[in-house]
């Protein structure tokens, strides 16, 4: 859930009940409130009846309206016991005029006259109060709701603002590539706890760096020491079998020992490239022209080519491209190499360069590993081939860093590698 | 002919006098820079062979660069550590004529060695003779007992090949290399050379020449004429 959600979220959630405890309050309250001043307004009269009849000794004539009753009643038998002073209730009563059943606020109380009890009924219209309360409700209630919304938007607006150099973090953090070489700078930001954050990310990805380029550094390092006991060796293997005395058995296993010196050397030197490229060492932008370059290497292939029958068909355009020349040049003789070295007997091969892609396709004997499996590095696609797989490794580097887009697939015996020159 | 190897690896340095020795030619070894300079200054030699990274305080390449101030026309191979494309065009800036990248085989070298001193002693022009095989570089031409061979540029590269190590056995990978420059390790399976060497072996044969090549089972070919 979004940072933004998950607030508003509990937000709503904390607000939601207090506004509804508000309302109820509000309602009781003005309930009460009416109901009291109904109350005061009935107790006034009571206090006039019982004055008339202090003066005059009778029953006053009362006058009778749709909204305020008044009568008096002998009083019930039994009755005058429940009754302690005055009793407020309410009630319906009938309301000719409108033909129904009206709340009505009532008042009784017992007066004596001329020795005699009567109960008293002093009645009030509540409906007016009844209205204005509903309304008053309504009223509320759409202020609650319509308060509660502006809030909820205000504080989403509120922590888009305060939460927006968060958001730029997060961003430049997903952006962020160990080998890219521009340093880490995030938007600083007025909030104490975003900024800590981000300068503990800027130290951080500073150190991850420096120990990502100490590791780069000592596998170059490494790579080159290799190279001169991989050299005493290969000069070893060729003295040797320059040696008459040696029996046939002998010499093939020296030749044994020199092919695989050559292969540690091989793996070497690719290590050391990809090694190289990752360092960003070939950053020249050149217009580069693809065709002559792939034709040059296709020549260069040809007795492979032969050797094998492969069908070659090409489709090249004029196309010239702004990078690096080294590394179009590696791109190519690897997407070239590839084919041509995991091509079957009669296979084909298929190279098609045009304005937006560069297409390698041949014919493979894969096992059943998968395309994934395949990138990885060190895969071997033929379990006879010597190949160490680093090639693939080295084209999907330089694609990705020239910002090339690569799909590769395996389909019906052909393998396919496509270059897209625009992401 | 006498050869200056300046290379401080020892091992390596034994290995590549050894196999020039065979040759027929006379190797003086230097391991550091001041041996390597002193030497490179003070004495003529008909080829040195260099190696850049040297101990004692200077580079291969000051050596070349105070040896040609002196002697312009020494002829000068670098052997150094691969993918050091800016050595390279110092080197080949500062006079010397050939650059071979370690780790190489030994008779590429040989044959390196071999056509640099060929151009610089007959400017080109001195036949290679090998029994009834005549070989004229400067104009990529082959006769066998006088008469013109018709070879692919391939097949006189490899004829060359050969015949600068005639005597060794070459291996299929060293070949390969030969032919198609370092860019060879990027391949595995040199079978190719197989039909280069048998339709060489073909056209010399027509043209009444012995069979010079010789199959070393599973490892590669050698050029003799002996037994």
């Known amino acids: ?423 | 002919m006498k050869i200056l190897l300046i290379e401080d690896e020892p091992e390596l340095a034994v290995s590549i006098a050894d196999f020039l020795k065979k040759g027929g030619y006379l190797v003086e070894r230097a391991s550091d820079f001041p041996t390597a300079h002193e030497k490179a200054v003070i004495y003529e030699y008909d080829c040195l062979i260099v190696d850049i990274n040297l101990p004692g305080g200077g580079t291969g390449l000051d050596v070349i660069r105070d040896l040609k101030k002196l002697r312009p026309e020494a002829a000068v191979i670098i052997i150094s550590a691969r993918n050091a494309i800016e050595d390279r065009i110092t080197g080949l800036d500062l006079g010397a004529d050939d650059y071979l990248t370690k780790p190489f085989y030994l008779p590429e070298l040989n044959a390196r060695i071999k056509a640099l001193l060929r151009r610089r002693h007959f400017g080109g022009n001195s036949d290679i003779l090998f029994n009834e095989i005549r070989v004229n570089p400067a104009q990529r031409s082959v006769f066998v007992h006088e008469m013109l061979l018709d070879l692919t540029p391939k097949e006189y590269d490899l004829l060359l090949y050969l015949l600068a190590n005639q005597h060794h056995v070459l291996r299929r990978e060293s070949i390969a290399e030969h032919l198609l420059g370092d860019d060879a390790d990027q391949m595995d399976d040199f079978n190719f050379i197989y039909s280069h060497i048998k339709n060489l072996r073909k056209k010399l044969m027509d043209r009444g020449c012995l069979d010079y090549v010789k199959a070393v089972y599973g490892i590669g070919y050698k050029f003799t004429d002996k037994k």
């Open chain 1, 1 to 423: 859930m979004k940072l933004i959600h998950q607030t508003q979220q509990l937000f709503f959630r904390g607000m939601l009940p207090v506004f509804v405890a508000a309302g109820v309050v509000s309602f009781f309250t003005l309930r009460w409130v009416f109901n009291h001043e109904t109350d005061e307004k009935l107790l006034g009269v009571q206090t006039e009846i019982e004055s008339y009849i202090q003066a005059n000794d009778t029953l006053p004539v009362f006058f009778q309206t749709v909204f305020d009753r008044c009568y008096a009643e002998p009083m019930p038998d039994g009755y005058e016991k429940n009754i302690q002073g005055q009793t407020f209730s309410d009630t319906m009563l009938f309301n000719k005029f409108e033909n129904e059943m009206e709340p009505f606020r009532q008042l009784r109380f017992p007066v004596m006259i001329r020795g005699q009890s009567w109960l008293f009924s002093v009645s009030t219209s509540a409906v007016e109060h009844h209205d204005l309360v509903l309304i008053l409700s309504v009223l509320l209630a759409t202020i609650f709701a319509l308060l509660l919304l502006v809030m909820l938007w205000v504080n989403q607006v509120v922590s888009r603002k305060v939460w927006q150099p968060f958001f730029e973090t997060l961003e430049k953090m997903r952006r962020f590539r160990l080998a890219d070489t521009t340093s880490l700078t995030l938007t600083p930001s007025y909030v104490t706890e975003i900024q800590e954050l981000n300068t503990t990310l800027e130290n951080l990805a500073q150190q991850v760096r420096q120990d990502y380029h100490t590791v780069k550094k000592f596998t170059e390092n490494a790579s080159h020491e290799l190279q001169t006991p991989l050299a005493v060796i290969q000069s070893k293997v060729e003295i040797m079998l320059q040696d008459d005395t040696l029996s046939e058995a002998q010499a093939k296993q020296i030749n044994i020992i020199g092919q695989s010196t050559r292969r540690m050397t091989r793996l070497n030197q690719s290590l050391l490239l990809l090694s190289k490229i990752e360092n960003h060492q070939f950053l020249a932008r050149k217009a580069v022209a693809l065709k002559p370059l792939l034709e040059k290497r296709l020549m260069w292939l040809e007795d492979f080519i032969a050797e094998k029958r492969l069908k070659l068909q090409t489709e090249l355009v004029e196309k010239t491209l702004e990078t690096d020349p080294f590394l179009a040049e590696t791109l190519i003789t690897n997407l070239l190499t590839n084919a041509v070295k995991h091509n079957i007997r009669n296979g084909i091969l298929q190279v098609v360069l045009n304005e937006s892609r560069l297409m390698v396709k041949n014919s493979a004997l894969l096992p059943e590993s998968s395309v994934t499996d395949l990138t990885a590095r060190f895969t071997r696609g033929n379990p006879k081939s010597e190949g160490v797989g680093l090639g693939l490794a080295i084209i999907i580097e330089i694609c990705e860093q020239q910002g090339f887009g690569l799909e590769m697939g395996f389909v019906n015996g052909v393998w396919s590698a496509e270059v897209l020159f625009k992401k």
